[in-house]
């Protein structure tokens, strides 16, 4: 049974009892029972990040995935939810999962629990706290990974960009494949291309980095309709390929005029 | 669409040389273990690479002597041309004699030689 707990605030003319917004069941309109916790136990609330809402079902899967992982790993210091399954809809192929832990941890049982219950790929990362940090400091696709996230406890985190530009330069390596395969990728072979060469250039410019915000700066770079017009392949091949070449070019020049200049 | 041969092999080398050209540079690094955690959703050069072997005749078997000569040079001449360009801009740490190895056990894997 789905249980919150909440605190009666005083009101004007009535007193209240204030629901989160993003919670498991607790439709609007439906009847519930308010009594006091006396001794019963606290249930822990999960932290959601740049999440204005999610579908009920999907909170209630959440809520048990953390259970789950509570029930099954001992000694970790946290576990977060990220990826397309925060989106809204239904429109992911996997549940993406941090587990941050300074020890060794055996996961296939774990994942085996979680795919049974959620009848969804699991598909789990395992680091330790400082390399999510190195990661949250260096890596674009980390930052917006993050961006986006449930966390089973509250992440308090200070970033500041790290510029390394050796690594940016890997990064961007990647996306170099979109030019030569054009013809042979499908659109989100593509999108994740794109979105990668998007994401460096945002970290260069030490701008906010967030899905959304990487989304709507394709749109406008490559002079898009809209987002879809990548994901589903309806690109005109000879425009978006002299855009995407020359922003690449630039953003290769950048990055080598950074290890030119030895900064790290 | 239309895949003739050379088309195929000319994706098939293009995709290979980024695949080594990147292992070259993880090395120059040393750092690459936060780089790969979460990059999952793209597809890697290795397994475009992959994929267009698979459709260049024999699939199964090593490919002619010829081809498997063009093939290697021009996959070493694509790496060279992209680590240089590096090197000359004050990349340090890069090691030109990991190309040749590398080379030869891609292709190896491929079972193009």
């Known amino acids: 049974m789905v249980e919150l707990i909440a605190r009666i605030s005083k009101g004007s003319k009535m ?21 006091p916790l006396g001794t019963e136990r606290i249930i822990e609330k999960p932290y959601f990040y740049n999440i204005k809402d999610i579908e009920p079902v999907k909170a209630q899967m959440i809520n048990e ?8 790993i001992q000694d970790y210091e946290n576990a977060i939810l990220t990826g ?16 941050v832990s300074k020890n060794k941890v055996k996961i296939n049982d774990l994942i085996n629990k979680l795919e049974k219950f959620t009848g969804i790929k699991i598909h789990i990362i395992i680091l330790d706290n400082k390399t999510l940090i190195n990661g949250l400091e260096t890596d674009p696709l980390y930052i917006m990974m993050l961006s986006k996230c449930i966390s089973k406890k509250r992440l308090i985190y200070k970033i500041k960009y790290k510029i390394d530009y050796k690594l940016l330069d890997l990064e961007l390596l990647k996306s170099k494949l979109l030019i030569d395969n054009f013809d042979y990728l499908d659109g989100n072979e593509k999108y994740y291309f794109v979105r990668n060469i998007i994401a460096i250039y945002l970290f260069i ?11 709507k700066k394709i749109v406008k770079i490559f002079n898009l309709k809209g987002i879809d017009d990548l994901k589903k392949n309806k690109l005109d091949k000879v425009d978006f390929l002299k855009k995407y070449k020359s ?9 080598l005029k950074g290890i030119k200049n030895g900064s790290k | 669409m239309v895949q003739n041969r050379n088309k195929l092999i000319d994706l098939f080398i293009g995709n290979a040389a980024n695949s080594i050209v990147h292992k070259v540079l993880e090395i120059a690094i040393e750092n690459s273990e936060i780089a790969n955690k979460y990059n999952k959703e793209l597809i890697t050069s290795r397994d475009l690479a992959k994929k267009y072997r698979e459709k260049i005749n024999p699939k199964d078997s090593p490919l002619i002597e010829r ?22 801009n004050g990349y340090k740490n890069i090691n030109l004699n990991l190309i040749d190895g590398f ?7 491929m ?3």
């Open chain 1, 15 to 35: 007193d209240q009892v204030y629901l989160p917004k993003n919670r498991s069941g607790f439709e609007i309109g439906s009847y519930i029972v308010i009594k």
């Open chain 2, 103 to 109: 080379v030869d056990n891609f292709l190896k894997e």
């Open chain 1, 205 to 215: 410019q030490n701008k906010k980095i967030s899905k959304e915000i990487v989304d």
């Open chain 1, 247 to 255: 922003f690449y070019q630039q953003l290769f020049n950048l990055i």
């Open chain 2, 111 to 113: 079972k193009i030689n």
């Open chain 2, 67 to 88: 081809d498997i000569e063009y093939i290697k040079s021009r996959i070493i001449n694509k790496i060279r041309a992209e680590l240089l360009l590096r090197i000359s």
């Open chain 1, 84 to 99: 397309s399954f925060l989106d809204r809809g239904f429109n992911f192929n996997d549940i993406d999962i941090l587990l």
């Open chain 1, 65 to 72: 995935i953390f259970r789950i992982i509570d029930k099954n």
